[in-house]
C-alpha cells in the first residue's frame, strides 16, 4: 500500500515536472519514491501514536507489523526505518545543485526525520 499509493503520488508528481523542464528523472524519481515511503510511515506512526484509529479498523502499518502490537520497541524499529528512506531519498538530492528547491527538500526531510 505504501509504494503503490502513497509513494507512486510523489512519483508521478515529481516525475511529470521533470519532464516538462527537459531534466533527467531518474535520481527525481528515486528520491519522490523513498520519500513518499518516508511520508507515509511518519503518517502511520502519527496515527499510532495519537488516535490509532488505523488499528481499530483493521489496518496493518509499520508500526503494528513490526511489533503484532502497539508498544515502545516497534516505534522506534518504525523510526528506524522512517530514517532509512530519509536517507535514500537525500542521497538522491547529493548530485543535484545547491538552491533554495534542494534546501527546502532537505529541511523537509529534517522535520520528519526522528
Keep these: 500500500k505504501t509504494e503503490c499509493k ?3 503520488l510523489f512519483m508521478t508528481a515529481l516525475e ?4 516538462l523542464s527537459d531534466a533527467d ?5 528515486e528520491f519522490a519514491r523513498n520519500f513518499g515511503i ?3 510511515i511518519k503518517d502511520d506512526l502519527n496515527n499510532v501514536l495519537t488516535t490509532q484509529s488505523y488499528i481499530k479498523s483493521g489496518v496493518y502499518t509499520a508500526p ?6 502497539v508498544k515502545q520497541p516497534s516505534i522506534e524499529k518504525t523510526y528506524c526505518l522512517l530514517n532509512n ?3 535514500l531519498a537525500s542521497e ?6 545547491e538552491n533554495r528547491y534542494k534546501r527546502a527538500l532537505i529541511e523537509l526531510m529534517e522535520i520528519y526525520g526522528q
Design 25 to 29: 528523472t531518474m535520481d527525481a524519481v
Design 92 to 97: 538522491k538530492l547529493r548530485h543535484i545543485e
Design 16 to 19: 511529470s515536472v521533470m519532464i
Design 64 to 69: 503494528v507489523i513490526l511489533s503484532g502490537k
Design 6 to 8: 502513497t509513494a507512486q
Design 85 to 87: 528512506y530519509l536517507a
Design 38 to 40: 518516508a511520508f507515509q
